[in-house]
């Protein structure tokens, strides 16, 4: 299974932005769907984006028009980049792949350590 290494998270105050990486074990246009996921305390872990190796882009509802997905392959690396930071957005992001973008699709990687990311007054 690919493997990532997530980072760039830390504490922001409400409005402030933050710009996530994630670097894969393995070239990511090689990888069909490359995803953002957050898990807040408490809650299940939620897709938050994803972006295809054709570029497709999906949000989830909550993100559109603050979050944008982007993938570099020379670098093997996906960005998450986050502004006008909600405390609602709290929560450890994760990154993973998938063999589809339909709901359900089977991942392909395996869960890493994630990056906590605090928006707090």
């Known amino acids: 299974q690919v493997q990532f290494v997530e980072s760039g998270g830390g504490l922001v105050q409400p409005g402030g932005s933050l710009r996530l990486s994630c670097v894969a074990s393995?070239?990511?246009?090689?990888?069909?769907?490359m995803d953002w996921y957050r898990q807040a305390p408490g809650k299940r872990r939620e897709l938050v984006a994803s972006i295809t190796s054709f570029g497709n882009i999906v949000y989830e509802d909550s993100v559109k028009g603050r979050f944008t997905i982007s993938r570099d392959g020379a670098k093997n690396t996906i960005y998450l980049q986050m502004n006008n930071l909600q405390p609602e957005d709290t929560a450890v992001y994760y990154c993973?792949?998938?063999?589809?973008?339909?709901?359900?699709?089977?991942?392909?990687?395996?869960w890493g350590q994630g990056t906590q990311v605090t928006v707090s007054s």
């Open positions: 993973n792949s998938r063999s589809g973008l339909r709901s359900g699709s089977p991942l392909t990687g395996s």
């Open positions: 393995e070239t990511v246009s090689s990888l069909y769907v």
